[in-house]
């Protein structure tokens, strides 16, 4: 294997807690300049910011998992969270659910036990798009997860079946491509995109991890840069992956430091924040041999100029 580059070494974590199991989909709001994420298997969502660090730290407990956060617009009061069952609004000054959005599984009440939202994104029109899959606890996951694209009006529509984990979910900066994560295969999909009705091309294998290019690890959370290339977290990889955005060539990499199962990267304030994992139950020695794992880490990327983060857009009474 020829030797990636390294872009930046992130050393030692911005956030850390023993109480980390699985930080995900980090969501950062320039308007109170605090970001937020979930972590999922702890049913529950964090806030701080990039300045104070540590002493910020809130923790807010929920209801059930949630897998992401998106901004709203027009709404300074609330997050929408990709909770277990769909979407859901929450308070940014409580944590509270406060309203119910829609339902995934509306019409299988047994599905909606077993499932759970698993990473997600909102496209240039103000979409909100998440995969499903089997959730904590119900066993092995198959292929019985799906990618979802919920419109402005609420109503989720599956857009791609016989997903396993699904994670990163990204679009390009010219509109004409559409990414998504398969971590079971270690394959990211590219499929040409409408962004005007949402709708997907057919399925490319765009890039399929091998350890003889890409290391260890399989992709996972994913965000783009404003030149369109993706960065990718690659889990049982310690670091974050630079692909190019036509090509996926390989073009470097961010060291993670400390810990391995590194989860879920995004831009905030001039260097790229990355979340990593604890998740004991698939790697037992995982907090032993990894002295940061499950913490929240963030490295400076000069010259690196951050994709649009675009915000949920819902109807009136949505």
């Given at each position: 294997?020829a030797?990636?580059p390294?872009i930046?070494?992130?050393s030692k974590?911005?956030?850390?807690?023993?109480?980390?199991?699985l930080p995900?989909?980090?969501?950062?709001d320039?308007t109170?300049?605090?970001?937020?994420?979930?972590?999922?298997p702890?049913s529950?969502?964090?806030?701080f910011s990039l300045?104070?660090?540590?002493?910020?730290?809130k923790?807010?407990?929920?209801?059930s998992?949630?897998?992401?956060?998106?901004?709203i617009?027009?709404?300074?009061?609330h997050?929408l969270?990709?909770?277990?069952?769909?979407?859901?609004?929450?308070?940014?000054?409580t944590?509270?659910?406060v309203?119910?959005?829609?339902?995934l599984?509306?019409?299988?009440?047994?599905k909606?036990?077993?499932?759970?939202v698993?990473?997600g994104v909102?496209d240039?029109?103000?979409?909100?798009?998440?995969?499903?899959?089997r959730?904590?606890?119900?066993g092995?996951p198959g292929?019985?997860?799906?990618?979802?694209?919920c419109?402005n009006?609420?109503v989720?529509?599956?857009v791609?079946?016989?997903?396993?984990?699904p994670n990163?979910?990204a679009?390009s900066?010219?509109g004409?491509?559409?990414?998504?994560?398969?971590t079971?295969t270690?394959?990211?999909?590219r499929?040409?995109?409408?962004?005007?009705?949402g709708?997907?091309?057919?399925?490319?294998?765009?890039v399929?991890f091998?350890?003889a290019?890409?290391?260890?690890?399989?992709?996972?959370?994913?965000?783009?840069?404003?030149g369109?290339d993706l960065?990718v977290?690659?889990?049982?990889?310690?670091?974050?992956?630079?692909?190019?955005?036509?090509?996926?060539?390989?073009k470097?990499?961010?060291?993670?430091?400390?810990?391995?199962?590194v989860?879920?990267?995004?831009f905030?304030e001039?260097?790229?924040?990355?979340?990593?994992?604890?998740?004991?139950?698939?790697?037992?020695?995982?907090r032993?041999?990894?002295?940061?794992?499950?913490?929240?880490?963030?490295?400076e990327?000069?010259?690196v100029?951050?994709?649009?983060?675009?915000?949920?857009?819902?109807d009136?009474g949505v």
């Amino acid at each position: 294997m020829a030797a990636i580059p390294i872009i930046a070494t992130a050393s030692k974590p911005i956030l850390h807690s023993p109480d980390f199991w699985l930080p995900e989909s980090p969501v950062h709001d320039a308007t109170t300049g605090l970001t937020w994420f979930p972590d999922i298997p702890s049913s529950c969502i964090y806030s701080f910011s990039l300045s104070a660090g540590q002493s910020s730290l809130k923790r807010y407990p929920t209801p059930s998992p949630i897998g992401a956060l998106f901004l709203i617009a027009s709404d300074a009061l609330h997050l929408l969270a990709a909770s277990k069952t769909g979407l859901v609004k929450i308070s940014k000054a409580t944590g509270e659910v406060v309203s119910t959005v829609n339902t995934l599984y509306a019409d299988d009440a047994e599905k909606a036990e077993l499932m759970r939202v698993n990473d997600g994104v909102v496209d240039p029109r103000g979409r909100v798009w998440v995969g499903s899959m089997r959730s904590f606890g119900k066993g092995m996951p198959g292929d019985e997860g799906a990618i979802w694209r919920c419109g402005n009006d609420g109503v989720p529509v599956v857009v791609k079946e016989r997903a396993i984990v699904p994670n990163g979910i990204a679009f390009s900066p010219c509109g004409r491509w559409a990414y998504i994560v398969e971590t079971r295969t270690k394959v990211i999909a590219r499929h040409s995109f409408d962004v005007d009705t949402g709708a997907l091309g057919p399925e490319e294998k765009w890039v399929v991890f091998d350890e003889a290019v890409h290391g260890p690890g399989a992709p996972d959370g994913v965000c783009v840069d404003a030149g369109g290339d993706l960065w990718v977290a690659v889990f049982n990889g310690s670091c974050v992956l630079r692909l190019d955005g036509e090509t996926g060539e390989v073009k470097g990499k961010v060291v993670v430091e400390g810990s391995r199962q590194v989860a879920c990267p995004r831009f905030v304030e001039g260097g790229l924040l990355v979340t990593t994992g604890a998740l004991v139950h698939m790697d037992p020695k995982v907090r032993e041999e990894c002295e940061w794992a499950g913490d929240v880490f963030w490295v400076e990327l000069p010259g690196v100029e951050a994709g649009v983060v675009f915000e949920a857009v819902l109807d009136e009474g949505v």
